[in-house]
């Protein structure tokens, strides 16, 4: 039987759980799984509802600490107590910060942007969609429908050159911001190709998802949020951005405006010109 057998499961607020294994505990948040050796653990405290593992530090550093909430208060002395029968004994001088390994799989922000871009566009179609039609029904023969499909062509290029342009420009203007505030490290690949690791601030290893075949990338974490990377771009690719986004964007939005006065002029009985 396992050492570790003993050592009760804990089920916390937002789908947090904590547990033991083998060689540590294991923290695991949606989209999150921090492995903390039993070497970089000092203590593992039970306070009330909650956990706490306290990391090594060296003399005269504060501690970090891994935390579940809301979890049994009887689970809780009960994990602490066999928690802290499976520590080693101290070592001095040891940044346990250090040998922890977090393990991130949410998005990062380029994968949500692209993700709420996509849904915004197909409203934009959708809305494009319904202009088109109006335009037709309301209409009287043959150039109202004519109209209409020339609008309908219109307004799909219109919205394929404001999610070209807000590829480009809105991730440049996110790139400046995450450059003056935030921490940029060189992420080198983990498990092959479109995978990346990079050590936070506090010395834990973190790793992303990014499509990219180079050995290695610059990313720019928040300090707040260490596991919310940006994948800084090139010289090369960021100029391109800068000088199509706004090209694509701008007529992309003039298509937009030019459906939107087709219709209206078919709707108050204006002839198309």
Not at 56 to 75: F, K, N, Y
Not at 105 to 132: D, E, I, M, N, P
Not at 224 to 229: G, I, K, Q
Request: with cysteine.
């Amino acid at each position: 039987m396992s050492i570790t057998s003993s050592v009760p499961v804990l089920q916390g607020r937002g789908a947090t759980v904590l547990r033991a294994v083998q060689d540590g505990l294991v923290l695991e948040r949606p989209g999150e799984k921090v492995m903390i050796p039993f070497g970089a653990i000092a203590r593992v405290r039970a306070e009330a509802r909650s956990v706490t593992v306290e990391l090594r530090a060296l003399a005269g550093a504060t501690p970090s600490v891994h935390r579940i909430e809301d979890v049994s208060a009887a689970a809780a002395a009960a994990f602490a107590d066999a928690a802290n029968a499976l520590l080693s004994d101290p070592i001095e001088d040891v940044d346990g910060s250090v040998l922890v390994d977090a393990r991130t799989f949410t998005r990062t922000w380029l994968q949500r942007f692209r993700r709420r871009l996509g849904w915004v566009l197909l409203g934009c179609l959708g809305g494009v969609l319904a202009l088109s039609v109006t335009t037709a029904v309301a209409g009287d023969g043959r150039a109202a429908v004519t109209g209409a499909v020339f609008g309908l062509a219109l307004g799909v290029m219109a919205v394929v050159g404001i999610g070209l342009g807000a590829v480009c420009v809105v991730p440049w203007f996110h790139e400046i911001r995450r450059r003056r505030r935030g921490v940029t490290v060189v992420a080198v690949q983990a498990d092959g190709p479109g995978t990346y690791q990079y050590t936070d601030s506090t010395g834990t290893t973190r790793v992303f998802s990014h499509p990219s075949p180079a050995p290695s990338v610059q990313a720019s974490y928040d300090p707040r949020d260490p596991s919310d990377v940006f994948v800084l771009q090139d010289r090369s690719t960021r100029l391109l951005d800068i000088t199509l986004g706004p090209c694509f964007l701008l007529a992309g939005l003039g298509g937009i405006a030019v459906v939107i006065g087709l219709a209206a002029m078919t709707i108050l009985g204006k002839p198309l010109p």
